[in-house]
Nanobody, 124 residues
């Protein structure tokens, strides 16, 4: 299984970004996998943001990002997206996608396969 995250960049507060995660090694919509989005700011622990179950598309979000961040996917492209809106300087971090067999989880230790991360910088 391989994951490739992209879409990060530098934006101003209040702006939006869409991050992409191309996953190879399993078929979207089939299988008991989950895909999660995480971020890690300098000097902080990796934080779970949201996840999506591969079979039924059910999502779960960390409370602090509900309403601002949203996960979607394009099965034909084996790609998952993280839509970031109303970005704040505190959202500056490296964002990662991860996957493994199991239930949708916001805990990083439940995922064995990780993408390389994409940097999001929010500043004025």
């Amino acid at each position: 299984v391989q994951l490739q995250a992209s879409g990060g960049g530098s934006v101003q507060p209040g702006e939006s970004l869409r991050l992409s995660c191309v996953v190879s090694g399993f078929t979207f919509g089939i299988g008991q996998d989950a895909i999660g989005w995480f971020r890690q700011a300098p000097g902080k622990e990796r934080e779970g943001l949201g996840c999506i179950s591969n079979d039924d598309g059910a999502t779960n979000y960390e409370e602090s990002v509900k309403g601002r961040f949203a996960i979607s996917r394009d099965d034909a492209k084996n790609t998952m997206y993280l839509h970031l809106s109303r970005l704040e300087p505190e959202d500056t971090a490296v964002y990662y996608c991860a996957t493994d067999i199991g239930l949708c989880s916001l805990s990083a230790i439940t995922y064995r396969y990780w993408g390389q991360g994409t940097l999001v910088t929010v500043s004025s």
